[in-house]
């Protein structure tokens, strides 16, 4: 039972660069969910997604882009990374989006932007 | 999302019950509570989570007082590897929006 993965575990990259972040869950989950995590700030929603070829913005989406072509996989790309995108990335999924429908988190990736 | 008030630190002696516990005077009647759990440098764990009735599953035990104001985690028979920041979060509505609080850091002592 793999349940959800993501990858890679951690991740550094420069100031500029382009970097994709990739997240796979073996429930079929419909839902999937990106946040990151930071000191001071807990846990912050970047983008979500209800099923394949659907996604909405969460409370930090911007400098971040998602796509979801397969139900399976949510990649979250850093189109030009920034140093304020260092944090630790944490992918979960739920098998609906109603209120009872627990999420549940993958170990996440740490990502350093020089 | 209603917000929810913890005790920053709580420590606990092994094999003994650790009893977490959390306000949330604010909730409404449609949210649920939810615990989760964060081990350092590892994803939040999903424990258990409730919306009036007390829950058990083979982790922990969700204790909801009446008037929904505040409840209680109880891990029955703490282990060190129990020692994590717990997170008590109210939610509702179908983005499913988790806002995480400061937790409270459990420390199991052996």
């Known amino acids: 039972d793999a349940g959800i993965t993501q990858s890679p575990r951690y991740k550094i990259t420069e100031t500029g660069r382009q970097v994709t972040l990739m997240c796979h869950q073996t429930?079929?989950?419909?839902?999937m969910f990106w946040y990151r995590q930071d000191l001071g700030h807990g846990l912050r929603l970047i983008y979500y997604?209800?099923?394949?070829?659907?996604?909405d913005k969460g409370e930090v989406p911007d400098g971040y882009v998602v796509s979801r072509s397969k139900t399976e996989n949510f990649p979250l790309t850093l189109e030009s990374a920034t140093r304020s995108q260092t944090s630790v990335y944490f992918c979960?999924?739920?098998?609906?989006?109603?209120?009872?429908?627990?999420?549940?988190f993958g170990n996440g990736t740490r990502l350093t932007v020089t | 999302d209603a917000k929810t008030t913890q005790p920053p630190s709580m420590d606990c002696a092994e094999g003994r019950a650790a009893n977490l516990p959390c306000n949330h005077s604010?909730?409404?009647?449609?949210?649920?509570v939810y615990w989760y759990r964060q081990i350092h440098s590892q994803g939040p764990q999903y424990i258990i989570h409730?919306?009036?009735n007390n829950e058990t599953n083979e982790m922990a035990s969700l204790i909801i007082t009446e008037d929904r104001k505040s409840s209680t985690l109880i891990l029955p028979h703490a282990t060190l590897r129990d020692t994590a920041v717990y997170y008590c979060?109210?939610?509702?509505?179908?983005?499913?929006?988790?806002?995480f609080g400061s937790g409270t850091q459990l420390t199991v002592l052996p």
């Open positions: 979960a999924s739920s098998e609906t989006g109603a209120p009872n429908s627990p999420l549940h």
């Open positions: 429930w079929s989950h419909s839902y």
């Open positions: 997604s209800a099923a394949a070829d659907i996604t």
């Open positions: 604010t909730i409404s009647g449609n949210e649920y």
């Open positions: 409730g919306l009036k």
């Open positions: 979060i109210v939610a509702s509505g179908s983005a499913r929006q988790l806002t």
